[in-house]
């Protein structure tokens, strides 16, 4: 009965992927559907390829690798951001926290539990002071590594209104793995 309700000549398209470690649906209705979703889906794996810090040729992890380098206009404007919600927040929201997520193993085959010590010691190495962003060149402290996806599907949810809206998609629903818009 929904799909009766629109317009003529209007089409609905669904997807399911995998991407930032999670399952993302992407359904999108009006005359270009699939095209918007076609579209977003290669937005997902570009910014996936850019910010992941699992992909070994990303970004992020070539940054967390060296400890500092340049980066895209598009990820220093998105390391800008989370450094400025981890002072609105106090440090409630810290992209830093790669150390600790990392000794747990959350996106490995292997999770564990570490030692209430290694989290002690792995905290030491969390907190915003640890990055600088100056332009597109970025230096993280010594030990310090920086995970984006606590603000990247955010980031995504965004670019992929704005590819519906290009392509003229006149509603849908994108849920990135808890991330919903």
């Not at 599907?153 to 965004?158: E, F, H, I, N, V």
Request: glycine letters at 10%; charged letters at 15%; proline letters at 2%.
């Amino acid at each position: 009965m929904l799909f009766s309700l629109t317009a003529c000549g209007d089409s609905s398209y669904t997807t399911d992927i995998f991407a930032m470690d999670t399952v993302m649906k992407l359904t999108a209705n009006g005359a270009n559907a699939q095209t918007g979703v076609e579209a977003a889906v290669r937005e997902i794996n570009r910014l996936e390829s850019q910010l992941s810090n699992t992909i070994a040729s990303s970004e992020i992890s070539q940054l967390n690798a060296g400890g500092s380098g340049t980066v895209s206009e598009e990820t220093a404007q998105l390391l800008t951001a989370a450094l400025t919600y981890a002072q609105k927040t106090d440090g409630a929201f810290d992209m830093t926290i790669a150390p600790v997520v990392s000794a747990w193993g959350i996106t490995t085959d292997t999770p564990r539990v570490p030692s209430q010590e290694e989290i002690t010691s792995l905290l030491q190495l969390v907190g915003s002071q640890h990055v600088t962003v100056s332009g597109t060149a970025v230096t993280l402290d010594a030990g310090c590594s920086v995970d984006l996806g606590g603000i990247a599907k955010g980031y995504a949810s965004d670019r992929i209104a704005a590819i519906f809206a290009e392509n003229g998609v006149t509603s849908g629903v994108v849920s990135l793995g808890g991330n919903v818009y």
